[in-house]
């Protein structure tokens, strides 16, 4: 992913988590920059400020609106931690282990909250509208999860409706920040809003995957959580559709039983090889990417598009 032509905006953000971070009280600085200085991708403020450029937005609203939507963003992963019980982040021990889930979940309202009061401040309703839109689809995305928790009966129609929900929003409402600063005309806002609704279905179907592959130190968080929490996601719903009476049977066991062994944990994993689910849900996330790509057809060449197809191409690259 070649981010060089924001590389100066994006340090400007990190600049403004610490502006944004200050308060009187010393813990909400503490946890903020524990989770905001380990090394996150940073994916939704870059899109962010490449899609303003790409609208020939040169001002420093776009700074502003990339470290609200990262703010916004990081709060949902403090409170994320404490709902699926996460001792690792992007590498760190996740914040609920260091401070306890109480001293999350209120960070997590402060930056929520914050958030919200820093685009007030800027004043323009058209930000305000999409972000206010997008949260509240996201939180209804993770109530979703909730419900549908060792729910093995979950289509895929309703996967990637839950997906979109939790983080494909508000991907998109970056990207689509972009064009309402730029001023775009609306059939450029709504081809960013399609961009970033595919990288961002793309991102969690990989995100997914990874939970099932990766390891540990490459991940920087513990893979196996999703199984472990009850989340059936499409690998798994793939495989389930097709695997034999036995064989649904035992995942069902794994999927309701209290603690999951290791020994439970790859046996669904060869459940899944043996369908390849892994394999047909990245071939859907790799569609996505195309999609994504797509999308920017209505844009003439330049480095931004390319940087934004860069970024597209990155998300089922990705390893971590
Ligand atoms: C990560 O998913 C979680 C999200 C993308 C959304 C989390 C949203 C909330 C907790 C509710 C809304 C909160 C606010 C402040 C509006 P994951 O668990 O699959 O990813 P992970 O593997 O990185 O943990
Ligand atoms: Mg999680």
């Known amino acids: 992913m070649d981010l060089t032509i924001v590389d100066e905006d994006l340090k400007a953000v990190e600049v403004s988590f610490q502006e944004y971070l200050a308060s009187r009280v010393h813990l909400i600085a503490k946890i903020g920059k524990h989770i905001l200085s380990s090394g996150g991708k940073r994916i939704r403020p870059a899109i962010l400020l490449l899609s303003s450029r790409l ?8 700074i502003r609106m990339a470290s609200i939507v990262e703010f916004i963003h990081t709060a949902t992963l403090l409170h994320d931690d404490v709902i699926d019980n996460a001792d690792i982040r992007r590498g760190n021990p996740a914040a609920n282990t260091l401070w306890g889930s109480e001293a999350s979940v209120l960070v997590g309202d402060f930056l929520f909250s914050k958030s919200f009061f820093l685009m007030v401040d800027d004043g323009d309703l058209r930000v305000l509208n999409i972000l206010a839109e997008a949260t509240t689809r996201l939180a209804e995305g ?12 979950i289509t895929q129609e309703e996967y990637l409706d839950l997906i979109t929900s939790k983080t494909a929003v508000l991907i ?3 990207s689509r920040i972009g064009a309402v600063l730029g001023n775009a005309p609306e059939d450029r806002e709504s081809a960013l809003e399609a961009y970033g609704l595919n990288v961002g279905i793309a991102f969690q179907l990989v995100d997914d995957c990874l939970d099932y592959t990766a390891t540990n130190e490459a991940l920087g968080k513990t893979v196996g959580t999703d199984l472990r929490e009850g989340k059936v996601t499409l690998p798994l719903i793939f495989a389930f559709q097709q695997a034999t009476k036995e064989e649904k049977n035992r995942v069902r066991d794994v ?52 940087a934004l197809e860069s970024l597209a191409d990155f998300i089922v690259q990705r390893d971590r």
């Open 55 to 62: 609208n020939g937005y040169q001002g420093e609203r776009a």
């Open 255 to 306: 999927v309701l039983s209290e603690r999951i062994t290791d020994g439970d944990f790859e046996e669904v994993r060869m459940v899944i090889d043996r369908y390849q689910g892994l394999e047909k849900s990245l071939h859907l996330a790799k569609e996505h990417v195309q999609r994504a790509k797509a999308c920017l057809a209505v844009y003439p060449e330049s480095p931004e598009k390319e």
């Open 172 to 174: 998109s409402a970056a």
């Open 142 to 153: 993770e109530i979703l999860e909730l419900v549908k928790t060792a729910d093995l009966g």
